[in-house]
């Protein structure tokens, strides 16, 4: 969401947003948006959507070409699609509480999905967070069922939800992470939502126990991102959550278009802030806030965030991405205490100094010079926004490398950078869906992306060769990534509001690759802030683990590389406590893992 929102309800209009008011305008009228160089004569005009009321006001056009020829029903498969939706028995949807009418700004941010091997046997299972209901006057808020499917492999699931523990909530959940809090080898889950944060405790029996407030966190509002990492460095698991804005479900705010009684979500300025938190894991099962001494400010309105170490001198970072206010960039000191330089870095802003409605985030290496550059995903008339990673904590917009303008007219949400053609350069998914049912400047079910790197250079827009799942809108939160059949290539789960979720098998298979999985003794037990450097068709590939990547969602934490034909595998690993090692003779075609302090030492990358 962002500052473009003002336009439709403001009681004083500052004169940036009637300039924006005029740039619409003019949008508009020139048809500009994604590819606006094809002939606009052949696009039809309307929008589709599951509410005919949208079809009869006239600001609910469509006018981008790309927007409207992706609004359509689905095209045929073709032999050389980059993705292909498998049969794999998952028929699960995400509620966001829409039909209860009360457009409240809860409905439009969830949900999310995490893709992790809870059962040990090498294949990342699934879960998705399930909503909730809102309804009512006054508004009273109800969880709906998660789901979590056990994966048996070749893209078959099974119900598993129910005898894990993980189906029911009270809470209306939002997003979700992974973790290991009590280093037992058994990846935990936290869920955020409203009015609470719910913990489950991985049993190591193929069951959860939820662990109540008073033992873990306790969070009270409504809470988006939650980010795990090693924050103090003592080699447990801290959390960072995210509490987005502070609002009263007793206050029934009419928000949309006046003149003609049209009734919307309310936009993101009319609610302040709420308080970003994290929780120091004290190695007893139980955690105490240290927010305040850990140096967070009290004014941003985080929807993403992601732990890395982003400036490369050893200790832990973290990266938030803020809804029309300046995004944050706390660089870590290593023992638990931050200094916020988001503006000082470069990061916080557009390449005009303007804050953004931003959504979600990743960090990864695009250009190939070893250091990790930030993609944000942002709202609507706003670029998606590339921060290239100049060193000592600098960054710079990246223009001219061919994702600007590509989605300007939607909202964007899930994102990564993913190698999905596995020719070692990092590509880009970006997931969009208006968070207006009516009155937005673009339809509410949107298309999605896929940009290709090419030599990193430029991006190449291939969403057109993505298969028939990009040929149609959604509306597109959440979204990760991980290799579900464990053929070497990274497919894709994406998760929409009221409509079922969509798995994608990516079908550009690697001749040869190797999957490393990072365990931490000494440091965060899923090597959250190590650098991984692995050499490929001569040159060096580096892979950044972090944590929270994406839109509330957790990705497979396996990192694929590609592996040159006659060549052995090996890489190196730089953990975030400064040792760094070497593991060779990594037999393609497999998964490995990389333990802490077994491998051979080394005193260079």
Not at 197 to 221: H, M
Not at 346 to 357: E, N, R, T, W
Not at 449 to 472: C, H, T, W
Not at 539 to 562: C, E, K, N, Q
Request: hydrophobic fraction near 35%; include cysteine.
């Amino acid at each position: 969401m962002s500052r473009l929102q003002q336009i439709q309800n403001p009681p004083n209009r500052p004169f940036r947003d009637i300039l924006y008011s005029v740039v619409i305008a003019v949008l508009i009228s020139h048809n500009l948006g994604c590819d606006s160089k094809k002939d606009p004569g052949t696009a039809p005009q309307e929008a589709i959507s599951q509410d005919p009321v949208v079809k009869t006001h006239p600001w609910q056009l469509v006018t981008s070409p790309i927007a409207a020829t992706v609004l359509q029903t689905p095209r045929d498969p073709r032999p050389n699609d980059w993705f292909t939706e498998p049969d794999t028995g998952i028929d699960f949807t995400y509620h966001n509480g829409r039909e209860g009418n009360t457009f409240t700004l809860m409905e439009s941010i969830g949900g999310g999905v995490a893709l992790f091997d809870f059962d040990d046997d090498e294949l990342p299972d699934l879960f998705l967070t399930g909503g909730g209901s809102i309804q009512g006057s006054p508004i009273a808020v109800a969880g709906l069922p998660n789901a979590f499917f056990r994966n048996l492999g070749d893209f078959h699931f099974m119900d598993a939800g129910a005898n894990a523990g993980l189906a029911s909530s009270s809470n209306y959940t939002v997003g979700c992470s992974v973790c290991d809090f009590n280093c037992d080898g058994f990846p935990d889950l936290f869920v955020t939502g409203y009015p609470r944060c719910t913990f489950y405790c991985n049993r190591g029996d193929g069951t959860f126990q939820e662990l109540s407030d008073s033992e873990t966190v306790a969070n009270v509002g409504l809470h988006a991102a939650s980010v795990w990492g090693d924050f103090d460095g003592d080699g447990l698991p801290d959390v960072f959550v995210s509490g987005y804005v502070t609002f009263d479900l007793r206050e029934d705010r009419n928000c949309g278009e006046d003149l003609r009684g049209i009734r919307d979500i309310c936009g993101i300025w009319q609610y302040p802030p709420g308080t970003d938190r994290i929780y120091r894991n004290q190695g007893d099962g139980t955690f105490v806030e240290t927010t305040s001494p850990s140096g967070l400010r009290n004014d941003g309105k985080g929807l993403g965030a992601i732990a890395a170490d982003i400036d490369g001198d050893g200790a832990l970072d973290l990266y938030v991405a803020n809804d029309y206010t300046p995004n944050f960039l706390y660089l870590g000191d290593g023992r638990g205490a931050f200094q916020e330089r988001g503006l000082e870095s470069g990061a916080a802003l557009d390449s005009k100094g303007a804050p953004q409605g931003s959504m979600g985030v990743d960090f990864g290496d695009y250009d190939g010079d070893g250091r990790g550059d930030l993609f944000v995903t942002n709202y609507q008339l706003e670029d998606n926004t590339l921060y290239r990673n100049r060193g000592d904590g600098l960054f710079s917009v990246a223009d001219h490398v061919g994702l600007e303008e590509v989605c300007r007219l939607y909202v964007g949400f899930g994102t990564g950078w993913v190698d999905f053609d596995s020719d070692g350069w990092l590509d880009l998914f970006v997931s969009n869906g208006h968070v207006m049912y009516y009155t937005g400047q673009s339809a509410y079910e949107q298309p999605q992306f896929l940009f290709q790197n090419v030599g990193g250079k430029r991006f190449e827009n291939r969403s057109a060769d993505g298969g028939p799942y990009f040929s149609i809108g959604h509306v597109a939160r959440g979204g990760a990534f991980g290799d579900l059949n464990n053929d070497g290539s990274p497919d894709l789960v994406v998760v929409h509001q009221n409509a079922p979720v969509s798995i994608l098998k990516n079908q550009i298979i690697p001749t040869r690759w190797v999957s490393l999985c990072l365990h931490g003794i000494h440091s965060d037990p899923f090597g959250v802030g190590a650098v991984v450097t692995a050499r490929f068709s001569q040159r060096d590939l580096v892979r950044h683990v972090r944590g929270g990547a994406g839109y509330l969602s957790h990705f497979d934490r396996r990192i694929l590389i590609p592996v040159d034909e006659n060549q052995p595998g090996a890489c190196s690993v730089k953990w975030l406590n400064g040792k760094q090692e070497v593991f060779k003779n990594l037999r393609p075609g497999q998964t490995h893992h990389l333990i802490e302090g077994h491998g051979e030492q080394s005193a260079s990358p």
